[in-house]
């Protein structure tokens, strides 16, 4: 059994004071409210900035942890570190002087020292750069600062088409093929620039806030040689993701054209539609082999509500020999758009019922999303709390909550110790945290811990996941569990087990919303 996750020793007011200064994002003397009572220690002081929007939550644990490094990359304050891919880190950053919020992709050190690999990234600087479409994410700058050469990209308020269909499921079909044809759109307008992408997949394509679907990640976009241009990659080598890899691709990726895109497209949209790869095998070569000599997979076999014309279009896409295939974008698009009045838009209708095609989430996704900070009003999760739960009057007093312990999963040392805060202020004294959805569930029952109360993103499974697996283990199904998070997207909160102990509270919270959730959860019936 896992061991308690301790808190890293508290820093004092003084030295987190002295270590702001010192990271010279804002004056302390500026940005330190008056009512900060001066028992404060460093964590709370660090909460405060955060809620107040003085700092991010991510420079907030630097601060902390003294990672001064980590705070700046060239002309830019990063504001958080949204994930890594092959070649870097991707970072979401605020430019000094023109306060524009974006995002910098970073090549690794490793990846640095190596002439092809720099390579690869200037001609990745020089591709983007010459893309300008709503359908593709748009490049604004490249530099080198001592972290490594970078990449200044638009930022994205969205997610990934794989975070998408992993937390809602399958896609309803209309919905599927409306983001397939907008990727279509931007797709058309590269290869008339002359540029392949070459890794399309729903890792790669970003749907933002106002339901803008956007292609990403075009490192390995392959300059068309009637551009004049040397072929980004020898012959024979091999780049993209082999799930949704052309035939020809895994054989050459030098010696393709527009077709290759086509038909990773077209395993795309089977993905939306049945959340899973096309093909599946026990090894790389055996996925491949399946690409190239495995019958095209029907849509309509795993979703009866796909009508034939749409199948006959995406059949054509995966077609194993480029010449059977769609000859351009512009084809795709003039066909999805003549079938999308036959659509249904209902909810997706798997073959063999609900749950018989389950989302898998991609392992080589490279590009990591924004995930919005902003405060959200409680109204917009007050659907997440459990029906009759509305008021403090008809649950356990403060005095019975005190006697709670509450688990607390978040990886954020600053979070962690918000959440604490509030708990010790309502009287609850055990109030273990850690990082893990594993040690989360391990310390609830080594502690008899009743409630918990979890992070959306931990590190090794979402709080969703980590909800599910509590409801699943017969030690602790009946424990109160709080989501904690500033994402209100519907198809998200899909996942979360429903139940009189589960509830969401928007970040950030104040004591009496966390104390009101608290007392939902746990008065849902008797607790064993």
Same mark, same amino acid.
């Given at each position: 059994?896992a061991? +308690?996750?301790?808190?890293d020793?508290?820093?004092?007011?003084?030295?987190?004071?002295?270590s702001?200064?010192?990271?010279g994002?804002?004056?302390?003397a500026?940005?330190?409210?008056a009512? &900060? #009572?001066?028992t404060?220690?460093?964590? %709370?002081?660090a909460w405060?900035l955060v809620?107040?929007?003085k700092?991010?939550r991510?420079q907030?644990?630097a601060?902390?942890?003294?990672?001064f490094?980590?705070?700046?990359?060239?002309n830019y304050? &990063?504001?958080?570190r949204?994930?890594a891919?092959?070649?870097?880190?991707?970072?979401k950053?605020?430019?000094?002087?023109?306060?524009?919020?974006?995002?910098l992709k970073v090549?690794?050190?490793?990846v640095a020292?190596?002439?092809m690999?720099?390579?690869?990234?200037?001609r990745e600087?020089?591709t983007i750069?010459?893309?300008t479409h #709503? @359908?593709i994410v748009?490049?604004?700058?490249?530099? +080198?600062c001592?972290?490594g050469?970078?990449?200044?990209?638009?930022?994205v @308020?969205?997610?990934d088409?794989?975070?998408?269909?992993?937390?809602g499921?399958?896609?309803?079909v209309?919905?599927?093929?409306?983001?397939i044809l907008?990727a279509a759109?931007?797709l058309?307008?590269?290869?008339r620039?002359?540029?392949?992408?070459?890794?399309?997949? #729903?890792? @790669?394509?970003?749907?933002?806030?106002d339901? !803008?679907?956007?292609?990403a990640?075009?490192?390995?976009?392959?300059i068309?040689?009637t +551009?004049g241009? /040397?072929s980004? /990659?020898q012959?024979?080598s091999?780049?993209g993701t082999?799930?949704y890899?052309?035939p %020809?691709?895994? $054989?050459d990726?030098?010696g &393709?054209d527009a077709?290759a895109?086509v038909?990773?497209?077209?395993?795309?949209?089977y993905?939306? $539609? /049945?959340g899973?790869?096309?093909?599946?095998?026990g090894?790389?070569m055996?996925?491949m082999l399946?690409h190239?000599d495995?019958?095209?997979?029907?849509l309509r076999?795993a979703?009866?509500?796909?009508p034939p014309e749409?199948?006959a279009?995406y059949a054509?896409?995966?077609?194993?020999?480029p010449d059977?295939r769609?000859?351009?974008?512009a084809?795709?698009?003039?066909q *999805?758009?003549?079938v999308?009045?036959?659509?249904?838009?209902g909810?997706?209708?798997?073959?063999?019922?609900?749950g018989?095609a389950?989302?898998?989430a991609s392992p080589d996704?490279t590009?990591?999303?924004d995930s919005p900070?902003a405060a959200t009003s409680q109204?917009?999760?007050s659907?997440?709390?459990p029906?009759g739960?509305?008021a403090?009057?008809?649950?356990p !007093? =403060?005095s019975?909550l005190?006697r709670?312990?509450v688990v &607390?999963? +978040?990886?954020s040392?600053t979070?962690?110790g918000i959440v604490r805060n509030y708990?010790?202020?309502?009287g609850?004294e055990a109030?273990?945290s !850690?990082?893990?959805g594993?040690?989360a569930?391990d310390t609830v029952k080594?502690?008899?811990?009743?409630?918990?109360?979890?992070s959306l993103? *931990?590190?090794?499974? !979402?709080g969703i996941q980590?909800?599910?697996a509590?409801?699943?283990?017969p030690?602790?199904?009946?424990?109160g569990?709080v *989501?904690?998070?500033?994402?209100?997207?519907?198809?998200l909160m899909?996942?979360l =087990?429903?139940g009189?102990?589960t509830?969401?509270?928007p970040k950030p919270f104040?004591l009496a919303?966390? /104390?009101q959730?608290?007392?939902?959860?746990?008065d849902g019936? =008797?607790?064993t």
């Amino acid at each position: 059994m896992a061991s +308690e996750k301790l808190a890293d020793p508290t820093v004092s007011r003084a030295e987190f004071l002295e270590s702001l200064a010192e990271s010279g994002l804002v004056d302390p003397a500026d940005v330190l409210p008056a009512t &900060v #009572p001066l028992t404060a220690d460093g964590a %709370e002081i660090a909460w405060v900035l955060v809620a107040s929007g003085k700092l991010s939550r991510y420079q907030a644990d630097a601060v902390l942890a003294r990672r001064f490094g980590d705070l700046r990359i060239g002309n830019y304050d &990063v504001l958080d570190r949204l994930g890594a891919g092959g070649m870097g880190t991707v970072f979401k950053a605020r430019h000094r002087r023109m306060k524009r919020v974006v995002a910098l992709k970073v090549l690794s050190k490793e990846v640095a020292a190596s002439e092809m690999f720099v390579s690869r990234f200037q001609r990745e600087v020089e591709t983007i750069a010459r893309l300008t479409h #709503p @359908n593709i994410v748009m490049a604004f700058d490249a530099d +080198e600062c001592e972290a490594g050469p970078f990449l200044v990209m638009e930022l994205v @308020n969205g997610r990934d088409l794989t975070a998408e269909v992993g937390a809602g499921g399958p896609l309803p079909v209309a919905d599927a093929v409306d983001r397939i044809l907008q990727a279509a759109r931007g797709l058309d307008y590269a290869h008339r620039q002359g540029i392949i992408h070459r890794d399309i997949k #729903p890792g @790669n394509l970003l749907r933002d806030a106002d339901g !803008t679907v956007k292609v990403a990640d075009l490192g390995l976009a392959r300059i068309s040689q009637t +551009e004049g241009q /040397t072929s980004l /990659t020898q012959a024979g080598s091999v780049f993209g993701t082999i799930d949704y890899m052309s035939p %020809e691709q895994a $054989l050459d990726s030098a010696g &393709v054209d527009a077709r290759a895109d086509v038909y990773s497209l077209g395993c795309t949209l089977y993905y939306l $539609l /049945t959340g899973r790869a096309p093909y599946e095998g026990g090894s790389l070569m055996g996925v491949m082999l399946k690409h190239r000599d495995s019958p095209v997979p029907s849509l309509r076999a795993a979703r009866p509500d796909v009508p034939p014309e749409l199948d006959a279009i995406y059949a054509r896409m995966v077609a194993k020999r480029p010449d059977d295939r769609q000859a351009t974008m512009a084809e795709v698009e003039r066909q *999805l758009e003549q079938v999308r009045p036959k659509l249904p838009s209902g909810a997706a209708v798997l073959a063999g019922g609900p749950g018989a095609a389950p989302a898998t989430a991609s392992p080589d996704r490279t590009v990591a999303l924004d995930s919005p900070l902003a405060a959200t009003s409680q109204d917009a999760f007050s659907v997440g709390l459990p029906a009759g739960s509305s008021a403090m009057a008809s649950g356990p !007093t =403060p005095s019975a909550l005190a006697r709670l312990t509450v688990v &607390v999963a +978040e990886p954020s040392r600053t979070q962690a110790g918000i959440v604490r805060n509030y708990l010790k202020q309502i009287g609850i004294e055990a109030a273990p945290s !850690t990082g893990s959805g594993r040690d989360a569930i391990d310390t609830v029952k080594r502690v008899g811990a009743r409630v918990v109360i979890s992070s959306l993103h *931990l590190s090794d499974m !979402t709080g969703i996941q980590l909800a599910a697996a509590l409801r699943a283990d017969p030690e602790c199904k009946d424990v109160g569990f709080v *989501l904690a998070t500033s994402e209100a997207n519907p198809e998200l909160m899909a996942g979360l =087990p429903a139940g009189p102990r589960t509830a969401v509270v928007p970040k950030p919270f104040d004591l009496a919303r966390l /104390t009101q959730v608290i007392a939902a959860v746990i008065d849902g019936g =008797p607790l064993t």
